[in-house]
């Protein structure tokens, strides 16, 4: 087993990923074929099922993209459940303290790091490679962190300090709204949020992400944000992308006159 953003992170560079929101298994198969790192399944913020994210994560199997599952919640049964199905990672929303943080770290590794209960049916092959499941995912599992609220920028010193807190990745859409600036990510105030999460994964040794949602309408948004210290990069989603390209149609159409 490979976690390709713990890979590329090693190797000193970034990781690309995106959001499903769809719940299709064909458009996560084809995602995992086209370059990205890791793929994100939104259960937070569209319908998804176990049985479907189970789905999408036996079609993201078939690729080299490394599968996280984004809760709803920090959920100790939604975590074994996600991972016992196969996913690699977890990315948490709303942790807004190291209390929080280390809720979801210790959900997503087993005895004596952590709370996992052992049942890893379809992550471990359906019992065909239990030994090793069990030897490696420790170190292979990543729990993301979600930073979304002005709570949470004051306390990601103590967040990072949490063992088992791999990384972050900034949900610009809800820090925006907690810091009282709702959609504006240019202004002062979210910029120096935004900084100040950077420095303090700096100064924990880990590497800091962030959600950029423009990606297909501004390509450059993802050149800043690695300008600006991020390595994590959560890039647009399965709905923006095939929203692009159906209004690049209608463009194209435009352009002939009808």
């Known amino acids: 087993m490979h976690n390709r953003i713990k890979d590329q992170f090693a190797a ?19 995602c995992g074929h086209s370059g990205f790192d ?49 996913a690699l990672g977890i990315l948490a929303p709303f942790v807004n303290t190291a209390a929080q943080a280390a809720e979801g770290a210790r959900a997503c590794r087993y005895p004596p790091v952590g709370i996992r209960g052992f049942g890893p049916h379809r992550a471990a092959q359906y019992g065909l490679r239990t030994d090793e499941y069990f030897a490696e995912i420790n170190d292979l599992v990543i729990f993301i962190a979600l930073i979304e609220t002005a709570e949470a920028v004051a306390n990601i010193d103590e967040i990072l300090a949490v063992e088992g807190v791999d990384t972050f990745v900034i949900g610009p859409v809800d820090l925006s709204i907690s810091l009282g600036v709702p959609f504006d990510y240019e202004g002062s105030v ?47 989603g399965d709905e923006p992308f095939l929203a692009a390209g159906c209004q690049q149609m209608a463009r194209v159409r435009a352009d002939l006159g009808y």
Do not use: C, W
């Not at 000193?12 to 084809?30: C, H, N, V, Y």
């Not at 120096?192 to 297909?216: N, W």
């Open 12 to 30: 000193g560079k970034p990781a690309f990923g995106t959001q499903l929101r769809f719940g299709s298994p064909a458009i996560a198969e084809l």
């Open 190 to 236: 979210f910029q120096d949020a935004q900084a100040e999460l950077a420095a303090a994964a700096r100064r924990a040794g880990k590497p800091a992400g962030i959600g950029v949602y423009r990606s297909a309408s501004d390509p450059q948004s993802i050149q800043r944000a690695m300008d600006d210290g991020f390595s994590l990069i959560l890039a647009g």
């Open 38 to 86: 890791f793929l994100v399944i939104d259960s937070e913020h569209a319908p998804q099922t176990p049985t479907g994210i189970q789905a999408q994560l036996q079609a993201i199997g078939n690729t080299p993209a490394t599968p996280i599952v984004r809760l709803p919640r920090i959920d100790e049964e939604q975590i074994r459940l996600y991972l016992d199905m196969g």
